[in-house]
C-alpha cells in the first residue's frame, strides 16, 4: 500500500476543492471529556444525597426532641425523674437520645440529639400549658439556681442506646 492510504483525507467535497486534511490528533478527547463528566455528574448525586441524609437526621431530633418534651410535660407533675425518664424513654424508641432534660412546674425543657455519622445535630423543644408558661428568655436551666422547685438532669455525650 502506497503512503496515501495510511493518510487520512477530508471528506469528499474538500477532496474536490484539492486541500489535504491534517491528521488528527485529538482522538481520544471526547472519551476523557465523558468520564470527567461522569466523574463530576456522582460527585454532585453523592454530596446531594449525604446532604439529603443530614437534613434527615436533624428532623429525627427535631421530631424526637418535641415527642420527648411532650412526654416530660405530660409527667411534670410526677417530678423531674419520672419526667426526664419518660423523656428518654420517647427519645430512645425515635432513634435519638435526650442530652438535657430540665423541668420547671409544668414546663419541660428537653434537647435531643440524633446521630448520623459524624454529625450529631441537637435540637431543643419546650413543651407545657400555653398560660402561667415562664418567658422563653428565661431558659429551665437555671431554675434550679434561681427559684426553688426546679430541677434539671444533663447527660453528657455518650454512645446512643438506639436498638
Not at 463530576?40 to 420527648?68: E, I, K, P
Not at 435526650?98 to 441537637?122: H, I, K, M, N
Amino acid at each position: 500500500m502506497s503512503g496515501r492510504g495510511r493518510r487520512r483525507w477530508i471528506a469528499a467535497p474538500a477532496r474536490w476543492l484539492g486541500r489535504r486534511r491534517a491528521p488528527v490528533r485529538d482522538q481520544g478527547l471526547v472519551t476523557v471529556w465523558a468520564a470527567v463528566t461522569t466523574a463530576t455528574l456522582c460527585t454532585v448525586f453523592a454530596v446531594v444525597l449525604a446532604l439529603g441524609q443530614v437534613v434527615a437526621a436533624r428532623h429525627r431530633a427535631g421530631g424526637a426532641a418535641d415527642l420527648a418534651a411532650l412526654a416530660a410535660a405530660a409527667r411534670a407533675l410526677e417530678g423531674v425523674d419520672r419526667a426526664c425518664a419518660s423523656a428518654e424513654e420517647v427519645a430512645r424508641v425515635q432513634g435519638a437520645e435526650v442530652v438535657r432534660c430540665a423541668v420547671l412546674g409544668e414546663v419541660a425543657d428537653v434537647t435531643a440529639r440524633a446521630r448520623f455519622g459524624s454529625y450529631a445535630p441537637e435540637v431543643r423543644s419546650r413543651a407545657g400549658p400555653a398560660e402561667g408558661a415562664p418567658p422563653a428568655s428565661v431558659p429551665p436551666a437555671r431554675a434550679d439556681r434561681d427559684q426553688p422547685g426546679g430541677r434539671e438532669r444533663v447527660h453528657q455525650g455518650g454512645p446512643s442506646r438506639s436498638p
